[in-house]
């Protein structure tokens, strides 16, 4: 089982979006083990958004991100890394595929609604910056055997 970080960004608490999204994870059996709001302040920001430092939308993505509240997540599965960011779709929600989270909900590149790591090495990186060991949870869920062969 592999787990992921994915995160409701300002524009989609704002929107009324949260319960939303976080009902696709759910629906599609991913587990929430890990699931907090929170304000980002600007070295988190920084540290999370760290590979894009120096380019043009690196200023306004980190005045985004530190606007408002977010909703943080961590999901656990079988290929979560890549079934969350098949789910969450393209970067650009113009581009997204019909369907998918950042399609549904999303107008714009600087507004696409929710975050997700991109391989296993991000998510473990992410999920450090946002979570605390003992905030996540470790628990079986009796429907395993109905969602996974
Ligand atoms: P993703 O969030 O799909 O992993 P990314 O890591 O390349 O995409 O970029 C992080 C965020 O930065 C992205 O969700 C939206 C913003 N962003 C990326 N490329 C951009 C661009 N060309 N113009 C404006 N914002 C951009
Ligand atoms: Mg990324």
Redesign the pocket.
């Given at each position: 089982m592999e787990r992921t970080y994915a995160m409701i960004?300002p524009d989609g608490v704002q929107r009324g979006l949260v319960g939303e999204i976080i009902s696709r994870f759910e629906k599609k059996g991913l587990k929430i083990v890990g699931l907090k709001m929170l304000q980002i302040r600007g070295e988190m920001a920084e540290t999370h958004?760290g590979?894009?430092k120096g380019?043009?939308?690196?200023g306004?993505?980190v005045d985004?991100i530190t606007s408002s509240p977010v909703v943080a997540l961590v999901l656990e599965g079988k290929d979560a890394v890549s079934v969350a960011?098949e789910m969450?779709g393209?970067?650009?929600p113009l581009k997204a595929a019909p369907g998918t989270i950042?399609a549904t909900y999303g107008m714009d590149?600087?507004r696409?609604v929710?975050?997700?790591?991109?391989s296993t090495a991000s998510a473990e990186r992410e999920i450090n910056i946002f979570f605390k060991p003992e905030e996540l949870t470790s628990y079986k869920r009796e429907l395993e055997a109905w969602i996974y062969e």
């Open positions: 960004k958004y590979e894009h380019k043009p939308f690196f306004p993505l985004y960011r969450m393209a970067t650009n950042r590149i600087g696409n929710i975050h997700g790591s991109d």
